[in-house]
């Protein structure tokens, strides 16, 4: 998480400096980043199908290599096509098998319906990582310019995906459970079923929660990428405005208390809460009369952002077949994703008619009090949807023995 997300997350920071050196558009990059979460998105079942059937580690690994790789590309680009393309294609396949989706399904599968403390401290990583690389890429900025410190933190993502190739074992098979689909004992590479039993399952009946989950996503990537570039146009430096997502990292190690809180109240209570604290963080970076009052945007924005995935994932992972979850949680992830790209581009249309993200940013409020409301009303539908995938699971193990 900490090497996907410091690499994925800190390209907003190169923004305005690539902007200079390179000659590219902020426009274009905008564009660019859409299509790079476009095409994140558009992998998800893919991964999901190689995560169910090769596991976790070797889809993480290779995805790393690429994610990695792109940062070199990118420092070795010649013109906004070289760029786009190694930005588009290699990042954004990277990202799509190293981030979110394989990681749930790794923690998911070995802590089943207790995972929410698991995945909400995995998090930690992702904060980790935006802390580190922005901090290090403003850092760099001056001694390498911007093509070295591209190639420079893309070297550093090579060696520490091969310390993860090393030091990570090997995924181990995996059981289905009980009650779930596919309670057959499945292993991980086959992912098949047992006679009788369903070959699929689905996430229906958990639509209030992947909605928000869409919604959370039409803002996250906006805030994180163009955060920095919003700065800088209000007068701040490409280094100062590029501290604003290591800022945003740091405030998330509300994580680590989200982690403790899981243990004791559920994740659909906590939900909503955070999508408020998301949405007033958004009121701040749209309407803020003072450029400095962005810090405290990015402080509020950090902790509740970041704290949604794993809430998210432990209430839509709940009830399901472990052996299968590549597969069934790639549709969520290409929600999440979508909406991204749509949420980057639509910031990006609205720069180039009003020479801002401001006009974004105060819609960001209106789909986050939304995703807010959403939230507040699934306790009981995620619940029920849970028992409805253990009671189709056991009618399907009755059929199979009758």
Do not use: C
Request: hydrophobic content about 55%; charged content about 10%.
């Amino acid at each position: 998480m900490t090497v996907s997300f410091g690499l994925n997350f800190s390209a907003g920071v190169f923004f305005a400096p690539v902007a200079e050196d390179y000659g590219i558009g902020a426009g274009t990059l905008a564009v660019a980043a859409a299509l790079s979460t476009a095409v994140t998105g558009a992998a998800q079942p893919l991964v999901g199908v190689l995560l169910d059937r090769i596991g976790a580690k070797r889809v993480i690994v290779a995805a790393l290599l690429l994610l990695s790789a792109s940062y070199l590309a990118l420092g070795a680009a010649r013109g906004a096509g070289q760029f786009v393309a190694a930005y588009v294609v290699l990042g954004g396949l990277g990202f799509a098998g190293s981030s979110s989706l394989a990681v749930s399904t790794l923690i998911a599968r070995a802590e089943g319906d207790r995972a929410a403390p698991a995945l909400a401290r995995a998090t930690i990583g992702i904060n980790l990582g935006q802390l580190v690389v922005p901090w290090a890429a403003a850092g760099l900025f001056g001694p390498l310019g911007t093509r070295g410190t591209y190639v420079a933190i893309g070297a550093a993502g090579l060696a520490a995906t091969a310390v993860l190739a090393a030091a990570v074992p090997t995924d181990r098979q995996v059981a289905a459970v009980p009650g779930a689909f596919g309670a057959s004992g499945a292993s991980l590479a086959t992912g098949g079923g047992g006679p009788g039993l369903p070959k699929r399952q689905s996430l229906r009946g958990r639509g209030r929660i992947l909605a928000a989950f869409g919604l959370h996503a039409a803002t996250l990537y906006a805030m994180v990428l163009l955060l920095p570039k919003h700065a800088v146009e209000l007068g701040w430096s490409a280094a100062a405005g590029g501290s604003l997502v290591a800022v945003a990292a740091a405030a998330a190690v509300s994580s680590a208390v989200t982690a403790r809180l899981v243990g004791h109240t559920a994740p659909e209570r906590l939900l909503p809460v955070m999508h408020v604290l998301r949405a007033t963080s958004l009121v701040l970076a749209a309407a803020a009369p003072d450029p400095r009052l962005l810090v405290v945007a990015a402080v509020l924005f950090g902790a509740a952002s970041f704290t949604v995935i794993p809430l998210t994932m432990a209430i839509v992972t709940r009830g399901l077949d472990p052996a299968r979850l590549g597969r069934t949680l790639a549709p969520a992830w290409i929600v999440h994703q979508g909406s991204a790209g749509l949420g980057l581009a639509l910031a990006a249309a609205g720069h180039a008619a009003t020479g801002g993200y401001r006009a974004y940013f105060a819609a960001g409020v209106g789909l986050s009090l939304f995703a807010a409301v959403l939230t507040s009303t699934t306790e009981s539908a995620a619940r029920t949807a849970a028992r409805t995938t253990a009671s189709t699971a056991a009618l399907a193990s009755s059929a199979s023995t009758s």
